[in-house]
């Protein structure tokens, strides 16, 4: 079953963030990392995998993210914090 994800990167802690969705997260993510597209995240270089979920449904997903989209930057910061309070990148936690 295809699996499909919404993540936030972010340039540092409380930094500038960035909202996406993909079916493919290990490999989108090193694409934000190596600025092989380019774009707002490799303008800013915003690479740090600092949030992510998962879904099972690309509508729910694509959904999710809109609704990310239009949260306010409080609340983003808020999510990221309960997941993962020490920022860590968790791409190498990913790439395994």
Not at 68 to 87: A, D, G, T
Request: hydrophobic share 35%.
């Amino acid at each position: 079953m295809k699996r499909y994800f919404v993540y936030i990167l972010a340039s540092k802690r409380n930094g500038t963030l960035y909202v996406g969705s993909t079916s493919n997260l290990v490999k989108r993510v090193w694409e934000h990392k190596n600025k092989i597209i380019p774009g707002f995240t490799s303008q800013y270089d915003v690479n740090q995998l600092v949030y992510f979920e998962e879904h099972l449904n690309i509508l729910e997903a694509a959904h999710r993210e809109k609704r990310f989209k239009n949260w306010c930057r409080k609340w983003k910061l808020n999510l990221i914090e309960q997941f993962n309070p020490e920022w860590k990148d968790l791409y190498n936690e990913i790439s395994v």
